[in-house]
């Protein structure tokens, strides 16, 4: 569906993108994580035809995007939520669909199934007329994304659409995207929310400039998986840190009453060390082991890049 | 290019003018001025004591003319301003550019979207002025004044090219202000040609007859050709989303 292949954008001496290769397929939702200025804006700007690239290439649906003929083609079949979703607040909401659905060439009578449909899935149909100032952040995102979707394209860029909305409204959007993923619909998303990445999407690429990283949540938490042992004690005295010290454990960190360290041998090797510290005085509550989250997968690959 | 999709994006920004109540009033008050006032000058003129005599009638209407001209490059600033930068405050324009939109279409239709309602206030404006300085002058000239040749000159050659001139500069202006405000003050700048005109035709330095009245259209045409190709130019994706900060 998506063919990203050495993609590169530069902004002056600025590399904002360095020579991405990653293929997203039909019907997959796609999550782009990164930091702030990782680039993530800007490749989907590239790829909806926004921004010129300076090297390397890119294709949706066979379409080149650097192709002008093919970039209107492109358009056609796409939609784009920006950062900012980009709604004309003195219009109402029914209006803000009716313009693209009508950008996009839709018949009379698809335009109003399709615009009732979407308004009446938001639980917006009531306030269909009225402007779109007076929503709230959620409801505008809500919208944004409806406009988007409004002649079906096939691929769905969808950028940061969580980020500045409270819990519960940004719980109503990304429920709106589970629904559009059981549609399978194809999807790029832009976040820097670990959790909605590992929650929503089917694959997620880790951008720093560069690609870091590929692949599903579960590959990328396996790349790095480093499991952790922790002990949990009454109290870490003097004799008990003496004692854990001397047998130079991988990655060791005390914190209060709390010793971590990398687990070796998955774990068969802890019983010599909860007996050291219980020989040192040590009065162990709890010994346990926990395997990394996305999270540590994530600040490792990006530290590791910076 | 479509027209039918270049009209689209303009009848979008007819529906968000409605609920611009700044920018209708200037729609409405700036026509109103210059058609009404003129007429009530000229009735004081032809009714004081001793009333003006009928060979000074013609010179002042043809100065009030030039007005139409004035008008017609400051009535479209401010629906310049909203239309384009009102939109990149609201930060509109992203989805709309990457619709299947051409840049080109996108440019027409906000170009037709603050043309096309002020050349409608400005004629509607022209119309009053010409039956209102009629109806007054009439008696002292015993024939109409309007219309006449300077004024058609006027009418379809110099109000479009004034407004269209306004426009382009408004985009030009939209590419680096950020506010409403700023794009319509920076517009003002356009008013000193011509009040230059203005001022060499009433020291009688030019006479603003007929074929004068056409070379000045003429030069607002060659500005329109030029203005028209660096908007063009700096309506494009690429620059608004990178530059027009
Ligand atoms: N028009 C531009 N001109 C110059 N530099 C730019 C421009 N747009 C983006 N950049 C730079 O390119 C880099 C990538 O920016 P981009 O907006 O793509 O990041 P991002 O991953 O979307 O970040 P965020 O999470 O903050 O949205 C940044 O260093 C940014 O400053
Ligand atoms: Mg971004």
């Known amino acids: 569906m998506i063919e990203i292949d050495n993609l590169s954008k530069k902004f002056g001496d600025l590399t904002a993108v360095d020579s991405i290769s990653m293929n997203i397929n039909?019907?997959?939702?796609?999550?782009?994580?990164?930091?702030?200025?990782a680039g993530k804006t800007t490749t989907v700007r590239m790829l909806c035809t926004l921004i010129s690239k300076t090297s390397g290439n890119a294709r949706i649906s066979g379409y080149n995007i650097g192709d002008k003929d093919d970039s209107l083609k492109i358009r056609k079949i796409i939609g784009l939520v920006p950062d900012n979703v980009g709604l004309s607040e003195h219009l109402s909401a029914y209006d803000n669909l009716e313009f693209f659905a009508r950008v996009h060439d839709l018949s009379k009578t698809e335009r109003k199934e399709r615009i009732q449909y979407f308004l009446e899935m938001l639980g917006l149909w009531d306030k269909r007329n009225v402007s779109v100032g007076t929503f709230s952040k959620g409801m505008k995102q809500k919208l944004a994304i409806a406009r988007a979707l409004i002649h079906d394209p096939q691929v769905l860029f969808l950028d940061e659409p969580t980020a500045n909305l409270d819990p519960e409204a940004a719980k109503t959007v990304r429920d709106f995207i589970l629904d559009l993923k059981k549609q399978k619909k194809t999807i790029f998303l832009n976040t820097h929310n670990l959790d909605e990445a590992q929650r929503i999407c089917d694959r997620i690429g880790i951008l720093n400039t560069k690609l870091v990283s590929i692949g599903t949540p579960k590959d990328l938490e396996d790349a790095v998986r480093v499991r952790k042992t922790v002990i949990e004690l009454e109290q870490v005295t003097d004799s008990v840190l003496k004692s854990v010290q001397k047998l130079s454990l991988p990655n060791l960190d005390v914190e209060g009453n709390t010793i971590t360290f990398d687990t070796i041998d998955s774990g068969s090797k802890n019983w010599p060390i909860v007996e050291a510290i219980v020989h040192a005085g040590g009065h162990v509550n709890i010994v346990k082991v926990v395997g990394s989250t996305l999270e540590d997968v994530y600040l490792k690959l990006v530290g590791e890049n910076q | 290019m479509k027209l039918s999709k270049a009209w689209l994006v303009a009848a979008r920004d007819f529906k968000i003018f409605k609920h611009q109540k700044n920018m209708l009033y200037g729609l409405v008050i700036f026509p109103v001025i210059i058609s009404i006032i003129p007429s009530a000058i000229l009735n004081y003129a032809v009714n004081r004591d001793p009333p003006l005599p009928a060979a000074g009638i013609p010179p002042i209407l043809d100065a009030f003319s030039i007005?139409?001209?004035?008008?017609?490059?400051?009535?479209?600033?401010?629906?310049?301003?909203?239309?384009?930068?009102?939109?990149?405050?609201?930060?509109?324009?992203?989805?709309?550019?990457?619709?299947?939109?051409?840049?080109?279409?996108?440019?027409?239709g906000k170009t037709i979207s603050a043309?096309?309602?002020?050349?409608?206030?400005?004629?509607?404006?022209?119309?009053?002025?010409?039956?209102?300085?009629?109806?007054?002058?009439?008696?002292?000239?015993?024939?109409?004044?309007?219309?006449?040749?300077?004024?058609a000159v006027i009418l379809f050659l110099g109000m479009p090219a004034a407004t269209i001139m306004s426009?382009?500069?408004?985009?030009?202006?939209?590419?680096?202000?950020?506010?409403?405000?700023?794009?319509?003050?920076?517009?003002?700048?356009?008013?000193?040609p011509f009040l230059i005109i203005y001022i060499l035709g009433q020291t009688k330095l030019i006479t603003l007859d007929t074929e004068t009245m056409a070379k000045i259209s003429v030069i607002l045409l060659v500005i329109d050709v030029v203005l028209f190709f660096i908007s063009t130019a700096l309506f494009k994706r690429e620059e608004i989303l990178t530059k027009w900060k």
């Open chain 2, 115 to 151: 043309v096309l309602p002020a050349l409608i206030a400005m004629y509607t404006g022209g119309v009053i002025f010409m039956v209102g300085t009629d109806a007054v002058s009439y008696p002292s000239l015993n024939y109409y004044y309007f219309p006449n040749w300077t004024i």
């Open chain 2, 167 to 192: 426009v382009e500069f408004g985009v030009i202006v939209s590419s680096r202000v950020n506010d409403v405000r700023s794009a319509t003050n920076f517009g003002a700048l356009m008013f000193f």
């Open chain 1, 26 to 37: 039909e019907g997959e939702v796609f999550g782009f994580l990164g930091p702030n200025g």
């Open chain 2, 67 to 108: 007005f139409l001209i004035i008008g017609s490059a400051f009535v479209p600033l401010g629906i310049a301003g909203y239309t384009i930068v009102g939109e990149k405050v609201e930060k509109s324009l992203e989805p709309l550019l990457a619709g299947p939109l051409t840049d080109g279409e996108i440019l027409l």
